[in-house]
Each structure stands twice: as structure tokens, then as C-alpha cells.
């Protein structure tokens, strides 16, 4: 039934404010007045428009950028409450004299706002066989280490005043798979997990952490990124600077086409408002959340799914040939080798650990074989995807299960996050993954489809947590490209003190998590990919 539409008075709309929204009939609120504000990335974008947001709501801003010039420029325009400072967010150094210099000048730190990013090469790496570990190693750097960075200095000024506010940018990219490039995609997933993990720690200090998951906004970075897709364009040696008003109407009106709320373009402003909305007084009760402006694209959005006729019947249960099994040496990965080679699969064990090499000699004849293999090192995945394919003619399964924890014991809070240990466990619980679905796929694909694909991740320090979020981003990610070649990827996340419980009080016993991995492996879970079978009785809800 057709509601009839309700007239309300002039008088009563004269009222009505609407945060955020210029309203000439009345003064405008200044949510920020007094507040001192940090924005990173602020020289262009949505940083830009973050800058102009913040400082007409009364707070006083310091724009850090690698783009001196263009930042400089901005802070210039907009002065005496908004100033500069070159920071390369990936340095611990630079975001040190940043937090360190604005304390210094205004007394205080009220807002963090963890903007700068990098896409990558939209044009080199489209594919996960392509995977090229320099340039995740560039993106980690900028979109993870940058914003651990920010997080852990910006909680260093704001705990002893028990109050402050931080907000990170991610993307749509860090909600669901198919969206951006794999290393993009893991980024934009970690930080999602650094956000709700120290948005956890620092909660009881009175700071709130957020971030922000945009859907395309046709910024430079963005609008370059995309054109960098035309050969032409490449040919004719086009400098990727400030893209003109055409190329930005152009990617608005693409980015319009797919959303699902018709109507409305985003836009930088836009972002900026849900970020002066996180950072205000109307959101003193949000944390640990990830708002997502992104016009119901990932609520609708169908990702490619798995075109191929062909699944493999029983990749495990009727006797799989070619079964990889990373970390498989001892602990939970030794578990699953003997899982899977009681029913009856032929199991490559890779681990650094030479116990691999007595527990394949412990086996049936035939059922194991022993690689040395350090997940981080391409060289090593190679060889060992290769060794394989020597072996046994084929890879039914790679279960990427090799991880670190990171140092728990002397990194427990983000104000003592270690860059080193960050980079180390992420170059094995990210970048190994990465490796392992690259050269699995690699070798999958020519097969004509068909394949099994697993990573463990967990429900669980704050650089693990970025990792594991990566791990699953990833795992969404790869689904989607792979799915057209029969090529199922999952990951599995147990609950890391409930998996040391069942070790320690069923040694030599399959787990929960091992039964789940045999479950994806295996031809029951044909129709099952890009998912995260999460083990937890329920904790994570």
C-alpha cells in the first residue's frame, strides 16, 4: 500500500540540522572547535578534503605527506590553524617527530587520522600467479606498518590524558574479496584487524579506535591506478600527475554503475564526513568499528564464482595424490599430515623444522615425503611446489598451516609495537601464504581446473592480528580470481588457546581444526570457497 507523502511545515524543516551538511539559513556547529588533529596522507584526496573538513569545524590540523609541495601549498591556504610536516609513514622516525613535534606545539594529541596509502601496480599484477613479493613488500610497508606506526605513537600522547580518538582508512577491499589487487586486499584486512585489536587495548584508556572502508572515490591515486589499465595511454608515455575534471567524471560515473544505491557520487567530502563523524562528539560510544561507505556494494556485490563443471570428487578421502601440508613438521601441522595420510593421501611435508623429515619415515611407506622449506622465501615455495609435481605428477591440496605468533611476552601493548617483529611476522603469515597460493595456483590452473587451497589463520599480539586479517583478505581474494579454474580457497581460524588445550590433552589426536581442514579438502565441500571456517565456540561473536 502507497503511503500518501507528508507535508511538513517550513518552520519545522527550519530546524532540523543535519550533521555535517553546509546550512546557509543557520550557523554552521564547529564539532571540532579546540581539538588538535593529525592527518596523514592529507596533502590530496580524501586526505585533502579531511584537512579543509576539520579546520572549518574549529580544530587545528597538521597535514603530514611525502608531497611537500602540494602540502605545503594546502596548509598555506588554510592558515594559521593548519601547518605541515613531511612524514613517510612507513619510517618509525618520521611518524616519531611527527606525534613528538605536534605535541610539543599544541600541548596535545586529540585525533589521529591514519590516511596515507598506496595501491600498488594496478597494471603488473593483476593475477595471483603473478604475485610479485617487492611490490606486497611496498604495500605492507605504507598500508600496514604505517598505520601500526600511527596507532602505536598516537596511543603513546593520548594515554596519559585518557582520551583521544584514532581512525584509520581502509576500503571495501578489506571487507570482502574480488575488490582490489591481493596485496592491496591483505593491506586493507590488517587493518581492519589492527583496529579492532587496539581499539581492545586502548578502549580502557578512554581512546577510541575505527576505521573507514570506502568504496571507489575518484581520487588522483585512484583515477591514475585505474587508467593505468590503458595500453594506450601507456604507449604514450602519459604522466600519471593530477588527472583532469573528464578522467575524474569518468571513474565517478564507473564507480556509480556498480554501486547499488543509485543516485548519490561519492566523493572525497564524503569520507571526510563519516571521519569528522568518528572523530566528534556524536560517536563517543563507537569503537573497534569498521564503517563502511560504500552504497550497499558489499552487501550485493556477486563475486566470480566457480565457473568450472569439474570438481575433483574426493580430494582427500578417496586417496589424493599430491597433498602439500606447510608447518607440518610438529604441532598442529603434524596432526593434519597424519589426518591425511591415515585416509589414504600422499603428503609433501614443508617445514624448516628436520622433524619433518623422522615423521615422514614414522608413516606408511609411501604416504610422506619431507621438503625443507621456509615459507617467506619464494626460492624455497618454488622448489618445493616443483619437487612435488616431480613426485606425484600433480598438487591436489596446499594447506598453507606454517605461522609465527610474534612476541607476545615483550609486545603486549601497540605503544611497544616492534617494526622488525611486525615485518617478520608478516612476511611469513602473509607474504608465505601469498607464495603458497601463487605457485599451488600456478600449477593448478594448467591442469584444466580443479584443486584445494587452505590457509590457517586464528582467532587471536597486534601484529599476529594484522596478519591473520591479511591472511583472510587474501583467502576472499584468491577465491574470486581462481574460482573460474575449479580451484577452491579457504582458511580455517581456531581459537589459539582452545587449539593448545586440545594438544595438550589429545597428543597424537586429530583436532578440530585438522577435521576441518580434512572437511575442505575434501569433495564435501565442493561448493565451499572464499570462506573463513571460523573454530571458536562461538567467542568471536
Known amino acids: 500500500m502507497t503511503m500518501p507523502a507528508q507535508v511538513i511545515p517550513d518552520k519545522t524543516l527550519q530546524g532540523l540540522h543535519v550533521l555535517g551538511r553546509e546550512n546557509n539559513s543557520s550557523p554552521h556547529p564547529r564539532r571540532l572547535e579546540g581539538k588538535i588533529a593529525i592527518v596523514t596522507g592529507g596533502a590530496r584526496g580524501i586526505g585533502e578534503a579531511t584537512v579543509r573538513l576539520f579546520a572549518r569545524h574549529g580544530a587545528k590540523v597538521v597535514i603530514a605527506d611525502v608531497e611537500d609541495t602540494l602540502g605545503t601549498a594546502l596548509a598555506n591556504s588554510l592558515s594559521p590553524c593548519v601547518t605541515f610536516v ?3 609513514v612507513s619510517l ?22 591514519n590516511n596515507a596509502g598506496v595501491l600498488g601496480n594496478q597494471k603488473k599484477h593483476k593475477s595471483i600467479v603473478d604475485f610479485d613479493v617487492d611490490e606486497f613488500d611496498n604495500i605492507m610497508r605504507v598500508n600496514v606498518r604505517g598505520m601500526a606506526l600511527g596507532i602505536k605513537h598516537a596511543a603513546r ?8 580518538c584514532i581512525i584509520s ?7 570482502m574479496g574480488g575488490l582490489g589487487p591481493h596485496a592491496y586486499t591483505a593491506s586493507k584486512h590488517a587493518i581492519v584487524g589492527l583496529t579492532k585489536n587496539a581499539a581492545c587495548e586502548l578502549g580502557r584508556f578512554g581512546i577510541r579506535v575505527n576505521c573507514i572502508s570506502p568504496f571507489g572515490v575518484a581520487t588522483p591515486m585512484l583515477v591514475n591506478a585505474w587508467r593505468s589499465h590503458d595500453d594506450e595511454e601507456e604507449e604514450t608515455g602519459f604522466n600519471f600527475g593530477i588527472p583532469c575534471q573528464q578522467e575524474t567524471e569518468k571513474t565517478e560515473e564507473f564507480v556509480r554503475g556498480l554501486a547499488n544505491l543509485k543516485g548519490p557520487t561519492l566523493r572525497a567530502k564524503d569520507i571526510a564526513e563519516a571521519a569528522l563523524y568518528l572523530a566528534g562528539d556524536e560517536s563517543k560510544y563507537v569503537s573497534g568499528h569498521n564503517l563502511v561507505v560504500d552504497g550497499g556494494v558489499t552487501t550485493s556485490r556477486n563475486c566470480v564464482g566457480l565457473e568450472s563443471t569439474h570438481f575433483l570428487k574426493l580430494l582427500v578421502k578417496a586417496g589424493g595424490k599430491g597433498c602439500i601440508v606447510t608447518g607440518g613438521a610438529k604441532g598442529r601441522g603434524q596432526e593434519t599430515v597424519r589426518l591425511f595420510a591415515r585416509y589414504g593421501a600422499t603428503v609433501e611435508i614443508a617445514d624448516v623444522d628436520m622433524a619433518g623429515a623422522a615423521l615422514a ?12 622449506c621456509d615459507v617467506s622465501l619464494e626460492e624455497d615455495i618454488e622448489n618445493l611446489v616443483d619437487a612435488t609435481i616431480l613426485c ?19 609486545h603486549k601493548s601497540i605503544v611497544d609495537l616492534d617494526v622488525d617483529e611486525l615485518k617478520r611476522v608478516m612476511q611469513v603469515n602473509v607474504r608465505g601464504v601469498a607464495l603458497g597460493i601463487k605457485h ?20 587471536a599480539p597486534h601484529a599476529y592480528a594484522a596478519s591473520m586479517h591479511a591472511t583472510v583478505g587474501l583467502t576472499k581474494n584468491t577465491a574470486c580470481e581462481l574460482g573460474r579454474y575449479g580451484i577452491r580457497v579457504n582458511s580455517i581460524s581456531p581459537l589459539v588457546f582452545h587449539e593448545l588445550i586440545e594438544q595438550c590433552m589429545n597428543s597424537g589426536s586429530p583436532g578440530s581444526a585438522d577435521m576441518a581442514a580434512l572437511y575442505l579438502a575434501s569433495g564435501e565441500a565442493k561448493y565451499v570457497s572464499g570462506h573463513n571456517l571460523v573454530l571458536d565456540g562461538g567467542f568471536s561473536n
Do not use: K, Q, W
Request: charged fraction near 20%; charge should be negative.
Open 440 to 459: 599451488a595456483a600456478r600449477v593448478m590452473i594448467p591442469r584444466g581446473g580443479g584443486g584445494c587451497i587452505i590457509s590457517r589463520t586464528s582467532v
Open 92 to 113: 618509525e622516525e618520521d611518524i616519531e617527530n611527527l606525534i613528538s613535534s605536534t605535541v610539543s606545539r599544541y600541548g596535545r594529541l586529540d585525533i589521529l587520522f
Open 392 to 410: 606425484y605428477g600433480r598438487i591436489v591440496m596446499f594447506f598453507n598451516n606454517d605461522g609465527v605468533g610474534g612476541d607476545d611476552t615483550n
Open 361 to 372: 619415515d614414522s608413516l606408511l611407506p609411501n604416504s610422506a615425503t619431507f621438503v625443507h
Open 86 to 88: 613531511h612524514c613517510d
Open 169 to 175: 582508512t581502509a576500503s571495501v577491499a578489506g571487507v
Open 157 to 164: 600522547a593520548m594515554i596519559p590524558r585518557g582520551d583521544g
